[in-house]
Structures are given as structure tokens and as C-alpha cells.
């Protein structure tokens, strides 16, 4: 397996653009989850789902992130729209239930 | 003006060195801990976990210590190596299969 995959790596956007984040998770896996890392917060979780279904998303951190999985191999993170504050490594990772998560490779974000 | 991150905790260690590196935890219950390295550029990678009826694992040159009663997670890491240099974070998950992370952990070896 490939392991997790993003993309795009890196985006670099205009303020007020929609940016649209996209993952494709490990197969077999369960578990679905967003994470963003900045300096200042450290990894923060955004949302999860299991089995597709979101459980948790009291990590985003406002209405104009959203987020979906239509099916068991891709999900994909919104902004619309994008601020400059939202700059920030996102990360996709996936897991069976209740075992280790695994990480890809992360999308660098950058809002001008 | 001045950026303002976390202020994360360092470890410089000799090559060769054990080094030991901690993390707390809040949620009593929290029934599953795991560790992550991670190095610039990269996502976070999976070292090792422990569940809470253990209180220790060991892998290859790692092990995990856990105690339950001071909310207390270690990663030792023997005969540190250059390689080792990176960013590690403890986890936790308190059976809803969400997963928390600690602010991390910046360990520098010096060859």
C-alpha cells in the first residue's frame, strides 16, 4: 500500500479563494482523520469519521471549513473562505478502529 | 512583529546516549497511548503504542513506559543515533477513537 496520500503538497492561494484539500486514506481503514499543525497550536484534530460517518468535528475551528467523505477511499477538507490565518500544514491520517494512525505527507497551506 | 509559538521542551543528547523523553495527559479515560516521530517535512510516524492495562512495551531500542496513577507516559529510546533527531509526540485516545496530541518534544543528538 502507498500508504496515505494528499494533494495537493503545497497551495498557495488569494485570500478569499475556496481551497479544497483531498486524501485518499489507507485501504481497509476505518477511521478517517484532519488534523492542521502551526506553530502556534501545535497538531490540533479538525475532524473525524468512521466508516465515513463524521463522529467528532468540535476541532473546526469555524463555518467555513468543511468536510467530507463520500466513501470509504477518498475525503476531501474545505475552506471557503480562505483567510491568511488559515495557513498552516493539514494533515490526512487513517486507522483501524482503536489502533495507530497513520499520516501522509501532509498539505503545506499558504494564504495570501 | 515577533512570531509567538510553542514553547516546545528540548533534549540534547550525546550520540550513543539513552535519552528519555516525557509527556503527561489529562483524560483518566484515556484506554490507548501512542508515540510519534516526526521529522521536518514529514508527517508524524508511527514508533510504538501501549494500551492501559500495560505499563510497558518494548520495541527495537524503544520502550514505553505507562503510569495510570500520575497520568504519566515515557519513550526511551537506547543508544541514540543521529537518525533519531526529530520532533516526538505522545498521543492519546479515550476510546472514542479520536486521537489528542501532546505539544511535542524536540530531540537533538549530537554526534
Known amino acids: 500500500d502507498a500508504g496515505v496520500i494528499q494533494s495537493p503538497r503545497h497551495e498557495v492561494t488569494e485570500m478569499g479563494q475556496e481551497v479544497t484539500l483531498r486524501c485518499k486514506p489507507i485501504?481497509?481503514?476505518?477511521?478517517l482523520f484532519w488534523y492542521r499543525q502551526t506553530m502556534m497550536r501545535g497538531l490540533e484534530l479538525l475532524i473525524y469519521?468512521?466508516?465515513?460517518?463524521?463522529?467528532?468535528d468540535s476541532g473546526m475551528p469555524e463555518d467555513r471549513f468543511s468536510a467530507k467523505m463520500p466513501n470509504a477511499s477518498f475525503s476531501t477538507l474545505k475552506i471557503q473562505p480562505s483567510e491568511p490565518r488559515d495557513s498552516a500544514v493539514y494533515f490526512c491520517?487513517?486507522?483501524?478502529?482503536?489502533?495507530?494512525?497513520?499520516f501522509g505527507q501532509g498539505t503545506r497551506l499558504t494564504v495570501v | 512583529g515577533e512570531s509567538v509559538g510553542l514553547h516546545l521542551p528540548t533534549l540534547s543528547v550525546q550520540e550513543g546516549d539513552n535519552s528519555i523523553i516525557n509527556c503527561a495527559y489529562s483524560n483518566s479515560a484515556s484506554d490507548y497511548f501512542i508515540w510519534y516521530k516526526q521529522e521536518s517535512g514529514k508527517g508524524p510516524q508511527f514508533i510504538i503504542d501501549?494500551?492501559?492495562?500495560?505499563d510497558k512495551r518494548q520495541g527495537q531500542r524503544v520502550t514505553v513506559l505507562l503510569n495510570k496513577t500520575v497520568k504519566h507516559l515515557s519513550l526511551q529510546i537506547a543508544a541514540t543515533q543521529p537518525g533519531d533527531s526529530a520532533v516526538y509526540f505522545c498521543a492519546e485516545t479515550g476510546g472514542a477513537n479520536n486521537l489528542f496530541f501532546g505539544t511535542g518534544t524536540r530531540l537533538t543528538v549530537i554526534p
Open positions: 501501549i494500551r492501559s492495562n500495560m
Open positions: 469519521f468512521n466508516n465515513n460517518v463524521p463522529i467528532d
Open positions: 491520517a487513517s486507522s483501524l478502529m482503536n489502533t495507530e494512525a497513520f
Open positions: 485501504s481497509g481503514h476505518n477511521s
